[in-house]
C-alpha cells in the first residue's frame, strides 16, 4: 500500500513538473496551488521550481499567481472546517491519517500559539491543509487567518522565485535538496527572535 502511495506521488510531481512547459502552465499553477491548501498532497512549489526557471523573466508574477491561488485555496479549507468538519473535514483528516496530529493542531489553537503555528505552516513544510481546516473549526477569526495566510505564503513563494531569478538552474537542484530545511531553521529563528524581543525588553 506504502509502495502505491509513493509510485502514485512520484508520478503526479513528474506529470506537475513536465506541465511547467506546456501552455497554460500559469493557470495549471493556480489549480494545483488552490486544491493543495486543502486537499492536494504535493506542494506547488513541485511546479513552481520549474515554471520560474523556464520563465525567469516572469518569476514574480509566477510567484504571484502561486499566492493567489494559495491563499484562495486556504480559505477553501476554513470553510470546510468551520461548515463541513464532519461531512468533508474529517474525511481529509482521515485521509492522510492525520488524527494524531489533529489534536495537537486544535490544541494549538486554543493556545497563544495558534497564530504563529499558521505561520509556521503558510511558510515551512507542515501541511498547509491541515492549518486551514483547523483554523476554521475552531473559527479563529477570519481576518487574521487571510493576513497570515497571505503573509506567509507570499514570503515563501517570492523567495523561491527570487533565488530562482537570481541564480536559475543551479539554485533549482540546490533548492530541491534544502530548501524546506532551510524554511523551518528561517522560522525557528524568526519565533526565537519575537521572543526575546518580548523578554529582554
Do not use: N
Not at 41 to 51: A, C, E, Q, R, T
Not at 60 to 88: E, N, P, R
Request: with cysteine; aromatic share 14%.
Amino acid at each position: 500500500m506504502l509502495k502505491r502511495v509513493r509510485q502514485w506521488l512520484w508520478r503526479q510531481k513528474s506529470h506537475l513538473e513536465a506541465a511547467a512547459a506546456r501552455p497554460g502552465a500559469l493557470w495549471t499553477l493556480f489549480g494545483v496551488a488552490f486544491v493543495e491548501s486543502s486537499v492536494f498532497p504535493i506542494p506547488p512549489d513541485v511546479m513552481l521550481i520549474p515554471l520560474v526557471v523556464l520563465r525567469r523573466q516572469q518569476a514574480f508574477l509566477i510567484a504571484a499567481v502561486c499566492t493567489a491561488g494559495s491563499v484562495l485555496g486556504g480559505l477553501l479549507g476554513y470553510a470546510i472546517g468551520y461548515g463541513f468538519m464532519d461531512v468533508l473535514g474529517r474525511r481529509i483528516v482521515e485521509l492522510y491519517h492525520a488524527q494524531g496530529a489533529w489534536q495537537q493542531v486544535v490544541g494549538l489553537y486554543h493556545s497563544e500559539l495558534g497564530v504563529w503555528f499558521l505561520a509556521a505552516a503558510a511558510f515551512t513544510p507542515i501541511p498547509y491543509k491541515v492549518a486551514t481546516i483547523a483554523a476554521g473549526a475552531v473559527s479563529l477569526p477570519i481576518v487574521p487567518f487571510a493576513l497570515v495566510s497571505l503573509v506567509g505564503r507570499a514570503t515563501r513563494f517570492f523567495l523561491v522565485a527570487a533565488l530562482l531569478w537570481a541564480f536559475g538552474p543551479v539554485m533549482r537542484q540546490w533548492m530541491e535538496r534544502y530548501f524546506d530545511w532551510l524554511a523551518l531553521a528561517f522560522f525557528a529563528l524568526l519565533v526565537l527572535g519575537f521572543l526575546a524581543v518580548r523578554y529582554l525588553m
